[in-house]
Each structure stands twice: as C-alpha cells, then as structure tokens.
C-alpha cells in the first residue's frame, strides 16, 4: 500500500517566522499532491494543492515545493500566525478514474506558533 | 452553502454492539468516500460511493459496510464493535471535475 512519509511530527515556530512540512512518497504517478489542515474537532479542510507539472504554487502565505524527481514535496507558511496553530496533512491523490478517488494521507504535522 | 454534515457528533458504544454513522454530501455532491482517523494519525480510507454503488474499498474487514442513498447521503455501519474502531469517523464529499474532496467534522466514536 502506498505510503506518505510526512516530517517533522511536531514543529513550533515563533511567530513571524517560516514553517517547514515535508512528506515523501514512492513509486507511483499521482493527480495531485494537497495539503490538509485540521483544527481539533473539525475535519481536514483543503489548504493547498498541486499538480505534478508544476515545481511550486503559492497562495497568499501558503506555498507548496514540489521534487517530482526525488519524489518530495513540502509545505511553507510565511509569516507564521498563532491561528496558523493546526495538524497539517500532505495527502496523495492517484489520477481520476472510478474507484480511484481515495486521498493517501500522511501522519501528520502538529505545528505550534508561539508569540 | 452547507458543508458536508455528519452525525451524531459523538457516540459511546460497547464492545459487540453495532452503530450507524449518517453523512449529507454538499448539494450537488454524488461522490462519498468514508474515512477512519485514529488519534494522532492521518484518515485512512474506507469507503467510496457514486451514484448508490460502491467504487473502492480500503483495507477494513467485512464488519465495516456502507450505502449511498437516491438523495446521495450515505452510512457507515459498524458491527461487532471492538475497541480498535474507536476513532473519528469522517466523510468527504466532491464533484469533477476538480474532484477536490470536503469533508464534514466527523463523528467521534468511542468503543468501551
């Protein structure tokens, strides 16, 4: 089964400054690649995604890496806020196809913002 | 709009009873997909349902079974609960062809 493996486990960051997620995967061609963030008591919700044509997006503070060749993408959040304060989740999204629509989720990132 | 909603919110089950978790996808939504989230870990997938037929399976066993409705809402059923299946319990709804996948809050399970 395919695997996500997403670093650090938990990270704190003063505010201000940058956060850092990465996650890695094996050896299979996906749609895309998005990043998930999750409040306690509430379900992940769609921060950003990318497409595997594409080396970085950005939107607004949020911005995702991409390293199709070394099969390696990671999350940066710029001037990190306290309400930044979540667990973030990369996920794997295989392409479209019936039966295929499944999300690969990593294990997680616990990311603090400290004033 | 109204997001994916779930229910109940929470549920205390014991060991060997079965349980029914509802989700209503987002208007105009036909896909479902269900997922299990064990405390610190992310969701692993369960379920996928379209148009009322089943299109994936995770790797759970046969006591895990779900529907889709004509209206598109779904359910998970769980039977002969054990204490492992306590996690919360998430559906996700979406439509092409962006297939970007929403999900509710979830429903917490408790299994004692």
């Known amino acids: 089964q395919q695997q996500v493996k997403q670093s650090p486990q938990s990270l704190i960051v003063q505010k201000g400054g940058i956060s850092i997620i990465n996650c890695a995967y094996e050896n299979t061609a996906f749609d895309y690649f998005p990043w998930y963030q999750q409040f306690p008591g509430k379900g992940p919700a769609l921060l950003i995604a990318?497409?595997?044509?594409?080396s970085e997006k950005k939107e607004g503070r949020f911005t995702i890496s991409f390293n199709k060749s070394a099969k390696q993408f990671s999350l940066h959040i710029m001037d990190s806020q306290p309400g930044d304060s979540a667990t973030y989740f990369c996920?794997?999204?295989?392409?479209?196809?019936?039966?295929?629509?499944?999300?690969?989720f990593g294990t997680g990132t616990r990311l603090t913002i400290i004033p | 709009d109204a997001g994916v909603t779930q229910s109940p919110t929470h549920l205390i089950k014991t060991r060997g009873q079965h349980v029914t978790l509802r989700c209503s996808p987002i208007?105009?939504?036909?896909?479902v997909s269900w997922y299990q989230q064990v405390l610190g870990q992310g969701p692993q997938f369960i379920f996928q349902y379209y148009e009322k037929e089943e299109r994936g399976r995770g790797n759970f066993p046969d006591r895990f079974s779900a529907r889709q409705f004509p209206n598109y809402s779904s359910e998970l059923n769980v039977n002969a609960l054990l204490l492992g299946d306590s996690a919360l319990y998430l559906c996700a709804s979406w439509v092409g062809p962006e297939n970007i996948q929403y999900f509710g809050a979830g429903t917490r399970l408790s299994v004692l």
């Open positions: 996920a794997l999204y295989p392409p479209r196809g019936f039966g295929n629509e499944k999300l690969t």
């Open positions: 208007s105009g939504h036909k896909s």
């Open positions: 990318i497409r595997p044509d594409v």
